[in-house]
């Protein structure tokens, strides 16, 4: 994945979906939106640097996006979630992911589940059953470890009970994490943000989910493009505790 990005400081981050940054050389001050839900500790640090795209759509009321940070510590974060499904179906088609390769259909956001839910991919295969694939990005980083989720989640402990009854209905069900943080490597159960999650995913483990981390590469290209590029292609290990 490409991505054609302009730098800029981080003022602050509030309501959720929104961030003020200062632009280079004018100094001057602007509101970017931010997609992304979570409570992104460690990502958005007053004065580090935003790396942020521009929409050409007019309707748009912030046509900037925060797409990466990079650290003070010099890390580098993509913080846009809607990136996440993006870098992982790009590493499927390419066959990046070893485990979930051969296959021959690739759906998306697939309804599925007795909770309502949709699966962020359905893969088919000609000699074994369907493989249901949810994608959960992490970018929180404590202790040199990282860990998921970042704030409590009932969506994701949703999705754990849907993976567990897909297993028990024959099917293959992988939990994916989408490590977006160039600091981290290696991936457990935030237990002390959400321990109901952190249980649940090791009851869908010892039920039969497969488990899955990869870390994504960051190459900045700047100032020559300005363009940051991403692929998802490096596996990491998943920490039981």
């Known amino acids: 994945m490409k991505l054609q990005v302009k730098p800029a400081k981080l003022i602050k981050r509030y309501k959720r979906f929104l961030a003020d940054i200062e632009l280079p050389l004018t100094a001057q001050e602007t509101t970017i939106h931010c997609a992304n839900t979570g409570a992104m500790k460690g990502c958005a640090e007053p004065n580090d640097t935003v790396w942020y795209s521009t929409s050409d759509n007019l309707k748009r009321k912030y046509p900037f996006s925060w797409e990466v940070t990079q650290t003070k510590a010099q890390h580098f974060i993509c913080v846009n979630t809607l990136r996440a499904n993006q870098l992982v179906e790009e590493a ?15 759906q998306r956001e697939v309804k599925y589940g007795s909770e309502n839910s949709r699966i962020d991919f359905l893969t088919t295969y000609p000699d074994k059953p369907n493989t249901y694939i949810e994608v959960k990005s992490v970018t929180l980083l404590e202790a040199e470890h990282g860990y998921f989720p970042d704030a409590v989640t009932a969506r994701g402990q949703k999705h754990l009970r849907e993976l567990m009854d897909m297993v028990t209905q024959g099917y293959n069900a992988v939990l994916l994490f989408a490590v977006l943080h160039s600091g981290i490597n ?36 700047a100032p020559e493009v300005n363009e940051i590029h991403i692929h998802l292609r490096n596996k990491i290990p998943f920490i039981t505790r």
């Open 92 to 106: 499927l088609n390419e066959g990046l992911i070893s485990e979930l390769s051969g296959f021959s259909s690739l």
């Open 186 to 221: 290696d991936v457990a159960a935030a237990i002390h943000v959400d321990p109901v999650y952190a249980k649940l995913l090791k009851e869908a483990q010892l039920a039969g989910v497969e488990i899955l981390a990869y870390k994504a590469d960051f190459s900045l290209k």
